[in-house]
């Protein structure tokens, strides 16, 4: 049966069609990219958030800078950052931090299992359509890159004052976004709606 | 130009916006919902009331822009004497102690990105406002940059989280997050949401509507 796709850019209708090994297929108008062919798209998926969800944890235990001043070492993990901007009357911005660096990239991580790891075995799930949609929503909301960015500037700007030392979690942190960006990369969503249409 | 293909509207599909898929509508569709039998969101030809939503949004955020910049970031109180310090200071510090590359990374992230993204959605606001046939793919094109780009803005928040979360010495020093702080978050969110609620396929509508 044929297939068609409208581009969610310009609304053109494009016929879908099979692709090369690693293709792209882009909009014949505005250029949007349509669909890529991503070999095991949902087994390296599946792979990339196990792996993603134990960098996670680790990164989030253990502390990811320590700073030495005289013989005073503070050390710091995420949550700590977030509770100190709690403590200082900044509640909106510890839940804004929260959300994006803790609460969005776990659970992007916890829902991905949820619907991979069922279809990796032939199963579908219940609520399969209802919690990928939520974790697609949570996309733009997970920051992790960001954060990275922020470890780093943070780095330099204390470097003057102070010996900064990384901590164990900073590899994990350093793991995790590679992994993150592995796994959205991998993923080709159009793989799961068609698994989504197949369910009675 | 008489095109050879046409659009989802056109012919009378709508596409969903989570999962792409193409559902054919009957009637001319007025009041009720769609639901998208494939993945369950509602269905719309286009972002429910895009341009109304986007400007407020694009407002909102050009008034946050303001106190934003104006109120300090940071507060570093070092033995007793207080510097704060707003995001501009702060880039201002940065060049003067030769640190071009932090320096630059800042400017561009935290004030540089959020007005060329208020720029470039107003532009495409009145552009659409306009039915403007002017080089919808390089428009196109720029509202794809704004999406992609406007989460770095955020770095800035990070290291006021991570800063104070180290910095905290006693009486030897300490850093706090200053009253520029909210604003300039509201400002990252809200932009999203501006990006987010803006439909790209409104440029090429005025296109469309030409060639009848």
Same mark, same amino acid.
């Given at each position: 049966?044929?297939?068609f796709?409208?581009c969610?850019?310009?609304?053109?209708?494009?016929?879908?069609?099979p692709?090369?090994?690693?293709?792209v297929?882009?909009?014949?108008?505005?250029?949007?990219?349509l669909?890529?062919?991503k070999?095991?798209?949902?087994?390296r998926t599946?792979?990339?958030?196990m792996?993603?969800?134990?960098?996670?944890?680790?990164a989030?235990?253990?502390?990811?800078?320590?700073?030495?001043?005289?013989?005073?070492?503070?050390?710091?993990?995420?949550?700590?950052?977030?509770?100190q901007?709690?403590?200082q009357?900044?509640?909106?911005? $510890?839940?804004?931090?929260? $959300?994006?660096t803790?609460?969005?990239?776990?659970a992007?991580?916890?829902?991905?299992?949820?619907?991979?790891?069922?279809?990796?075995?032939?199963?579908?799930p219940?609520?399969?359509?209802?919690?990928?949609?939520?974790?697609?929503?949570?996309?733009?909301?997970?920051?992790?890159e960001?954060?990275?960015?922020g470890?780093?500037?943070?780095?330099?700007k204390? $470097?003057k004052?102070?010996?900064?030392?990384?901590?164990?979690?900073?590899?994990?942190?350093?793991?995790?976004?590679?992994?993150?960006? $592995?796994?959205?990369?991998?993923?080709?969503?159009h793989e799961?709606?068609?698994k989504?249409?197949?369910?009675? | 130009?008489k095109?050879l293909?046409?659009?989802?509207?056109?012919?009378?599909?709508?596409?969903?916006?989570?999962?792409?898929?193409l559902?054919?509508i009957?009637?001319?569709?007025?009041?009720?919902?769609?639901?998208?039998p494939?993945c369950?969101?509602?269905?719309?030809?286009?972002?429910?009331?895009?341009?109304k939503?986007?400007?407020?949004?694009?407002?909102?955020?050009?008034?946050?822009?303001?106190p934003a910049?104006?109120?300090?970031?940071?507060?570093?109180?070092?033995?007793?004497?207080?510097?704060?310090?707003?995001?501009?200071?702060?880039?201002?510090?940065?060049?003067?102690?030769?640190?071009?590359?932090?320096?630059?990374?800042?400017f561009?992230?935290?004030?540089?990105?959020?007005?060329?993204?208020?720029i470039?959605?107003?532009?495409?606001?009145?552009?659409?406002?306009?039915?403007?046939?002017?080089?919808?793919?390089?428009?196109?094109?720029?509202?794809?940059?704004?999406?992609?780009?406007g989460?770095?803005?955020?770095?800035?928040?990070?290291?006021?989280?991570i800063?104070v979360?180290?910095?905290?010495?006693?009486s030897?020093a300490?850093?706090?997050?200053?009253?520029?702080?909210?604003?300039?978050?509201?400002v990252?969110?809200?932009?999203?949401?501006?990006?987010?609620?803006?439909?790209p396929?409104?440029?090429?509508d005025?296109?469309?509507?030409l060639?009848?």
């Amino acid at each position: 049966m044929e297939s068609f796709i409208a581009c969610h850019e310009c609304d053109l209708v494009h016929r879908v069609q099979p692709l090369p090994h690693k293709g792209v297929a882009k909009c014949s108008r505005c250029g949007a990219v349509l669909y890529r062919h991503k070999p095991n798209s949902l087994e390296r998926t599946l792979a990339l958030s196990m792996a993603g969800l134990i960098l996670f944890v680790l990164a989030n235990s253990f502390p990811f800078l320590a700073l030495k001043m005289g013989s005073q070492i503070h050390q710091t993990t995420l949550i700590t950052g977030i509770k100190q901007l709690y403590l200082q009357d900044m509640r909106g911005i $510890a839940l804004v931090v929260l $959300a994006t660096t803790i609460l969005a990239p776990l659970a992007q991580l916890l829902g991905m299992l949820y619907v991979l790891l069922p279809l990796r075995y032939h199963r579908s799930p219940p609520k399969l359509a209802r919690v990928f949609r939520f974790v697609r929503s949570l996309q733009p909301w997970s920051m992790m890159e960001v954060f990275m960015l922020g470890i780093l500037v943070s780095v330099v700007k204390l $470097a003057k004052m102070a010996k900064i030392v990384p901590g164990i979690a900073i590899f994990s942190f350093f793991a995790l976004i590679v992994v993150l960006a $592995a796994a959205t990369v991998s993923l080709d969503p159009h793989e799961v709606w068609e698994k989504c249409e197949e369910r009675p | 130009m008489k095109q050879l293909f046409l659009t989802a509207r056109e012919s009378s599909q709508i596409s969903c916006h989570s999962c792409q898929l193409l559902c054919r509508i009957r009637a001319p569709q007025k009041e009720g919902i769609l639901i998208c039998p494939r993945c369950g969101s509602t269905m719309h030809q286009r972002k429910p009331n895009s341009v109304k939503r986007t400007w407020a949004l694009v407002l909102a955020a050009c008034i946050f822009y303001i106190p934003a910049n104006l109120f300090p970031v940071t507060i570093v109180t070092s033995l007793g004497k207080a510097q704060a310090d707003t995001i501009m200071s702060g880039v201002i510090y940065f060049i003067g102690s030769g640190m071009w590359p932090i320096a630059l990374v800042i400017f561009v992230a935290s004030i540089l990105v959020p007005i060329l993204k208020l720029i470039i959605l107003t532009f495409l606001l009145i552009s659409v406002q306009r039915k403007s046939t002017w080089r919808p793919k390089d428009r196109t094109r720029l509202y794809r940059i704004t999406e992609v780009v406007g989460r770095w803005s955020m770095v800035d928040i990070y290291v006021v989280t991570i800063l104070v979360a180290l910095v905290n010495l006693g009486s030897l020093a300490t850093i706090k997050a200053g009253p520029g702080v909210p604003f300039f978050a509201a400002v990252v969110v809200i932009t999203m949401f501006a990006a987010m609620s803006f439909d790209p396929r409104l440029i090429w509508d005025a296109k469309e509507t030409l060639d009848e």
